[in-house]
């Protein structure tokens, strides 16, 4: 049985450094089921470090992290106009987030149907085209300090190209703190403001607001122009449970794609496709520097490998939904011995248990 590892010291030690170089407030992204890492381990982990606001995409988390929380906040980073969704955000006393009129329009409705008073965010959109008023909507992000059932505590704006255009960055994040400036003259006090996300702190100086966002960043895994001292963290395991030997020719895996040249001694690991394994992450961008590095994998014939007793051993034939042969030719490795995968926690099945030792 396939488990997911994470070495909670090191997870530690990602989280004091993050702390360390974000000189202030650290609210901790834990969706997408904790980037991987499970979203209660990875909550209570944070949690034990002293971060105490903790930020989702899905209301359906809120539940889920307010059986572990005590008094901590809950941000919600998405800004909706669905009732079902502010009511959930509503009852439970999460942070909303406000990026359009119509949901200040939802969320107040709820609210007072609830008799309660939200806490708000303010999004900006200053260039990543989801969530957020533009700045030319100024006024109608000034509006909504009007509603009465909404409180707003803080205001945000999401970098599209931190990992790779700091000149963007720096564009971006002066934009948000104009627009942040312009609904200040006219509404007062606006709360706590942040921009930077993991690979802001990590690749752009001076983008530290009130507080930055962090997710990735704490897994070690988060694209870096620069070494960092983040560990890089999750790997996924199996012991190896059968081992044969077939003779030269012999035709390996669904569709025969891969032929033995020599007699050859194979282990069978049940890792594979519903693990997570052999499925890659989709990049965020595809230019031409990425087409250029698949065409050169491609040409390379890049092999895939499993790690067995900590020797790196290939792939043979295609991955199976549960299982991979790997070619284990002149060793004694027998079932039991650990096998091993580097893998982003992104790609590993939800239902694969993490173990966090």
């Keep these: 049985?396939?488990?997911?590892?994470?070495?909670?010291?090191?997870?530690?030690?990602?989280?004091?450094?993050?702390?360390?170089?974000?000189?202030?407030?650290?609210?901790?992204?834990?969706?997408?089921?904790?980037?991987?890492?499970?979203?209660?381990?990875?909550?209570?982990?944070?949690?034990?470090?002293?971060?105490?606001t903790f930020a989702v995409t899905e209301v359906t988390d809120i539940p889920v992290l307010k059986e572990i929380l005590d008094d901590e906040d809950i941000l919600v980073m998405r800004s909706t106009q669905i009732e079902e969704e502010a009511k959930i955000i509503a009852e439970n006393g999460a942070i909303a987030t406000i990026g359009?009129?119509?949901?200040?329009?939802?969320?107040?409705?709820?609210?007072?149907?609830?008799?309660?008073?939200?806490?708000?965010?303010?999004?900006?959109?200053?260039?990543?085209?989801?969530?957020?008023?533009?700045?030319?909507?100024?006024n109608d992000a000034?509006?909504?300090?009007?509603?009465?059932?909404?409180?707003?505590?803080?205001?945000?704006?999401?970098?599209?190209?931190?990992?790779?255009?700091?000149?963007?960055?720096?564009?971006?994040?002066?934009?948000?703190?104009?627009?942040?400036e312009q609904i200040k003259k006219e509404v007062g006090e606006i709360g706590i403001?942040?921009?930077?996300?993991?690979?802001?702190?990590?690749?752009?100086?001076?983008?530290?607001?009130?507080?930055?966002?962090?997710?990735?960043?704490?897994?070690?895994?988060?694209?870096?122009?620069n070494k960092t001292k983040l560990n890089r963290l999750g790997v996924l395991e199996a012991e190896v449970v059968d081992v044969k030997t077939v003779p030269a020719g012999y035709s390996i895996g669904y569709n025969g794609t891969y032929t033995t040249k020599r007699e050859t001694k194979i282990a069978i690991v049940p890792i594979g496709h519903y693990d997570g394994f052999g499925l890659g992450k989709e990049k965020e961008l595809y230019d031409f520097r990425y087409v250029l590095s698949i065409f050169?994998?491609?040409?390379?014939?890049?092999?895939?490998?499993?790690?067995?007793?900590?020797?790196?051993?290939y792939v043979i034939g295609g991955i199976g939904l549960s299982h991979t042969a790997v070619d284990i030719t002149g060793t004694d490795i027998k079932p039991g011995d650990l096998a091993t995968v580097d893998i982003s926690p992104l790609m590993v099945n939800p239902r694969i248990e993490r173990v966090y030792k």
Excluded: W
């Design 296 to 313: 050169k994998a491609f040409l390379k014939k890049k092999q895939m490998y499993v790690r067995i007793n900590g020797e790196m051993h």
């Design 1 to 52: 049985m396939s488990r997911y590892i994470i070495d909670k010291a090191k997870l530690g030690e990602n989280i004091e450094i993050v702390k360390e170089m974000a000189k202030g407030e650290v609210i901790g992204v834990v969706k997408g089921n904790g980037y991987g890492f499970g979203i209660k381990e990875f909550t209570l982990a944070l949690k034990e470090h002293g971060i105490k």
């Design 193 to 225: 403001i942040h921009a930077a996300n993991s690979p802001a702190l990590l690749n752009v100086s001076d983008v530290c607001l009130d507080a930055v966002r962090i997710g990735s960043a704490f897994t070690g895994r988060v694209i870096t122009r």
């Design 100 to 138: 359009s009129l119509g949901a200040a329009e939802v969320m107040n409705k709820v609210a007072n149907e609830l008799d309660k008073k939200v806490k708000c965010h303010l999004k900006i959109d200053t260039g990543m085209g989801r969530y957020g008023f533009l700045p030319s909507e100024v």
């Design 142 to 180: 000034i509006k909504c300090y009007s509603f009465e059932n909404l409180q707003f505590v803080g205001a945000y704006t999401h970098f599209s190209s931190a990992f790779r255009n700091s000149e963007l960055t720096k564009t971006q994040l002066v934009l948000f703190k104009d627009t942040m």
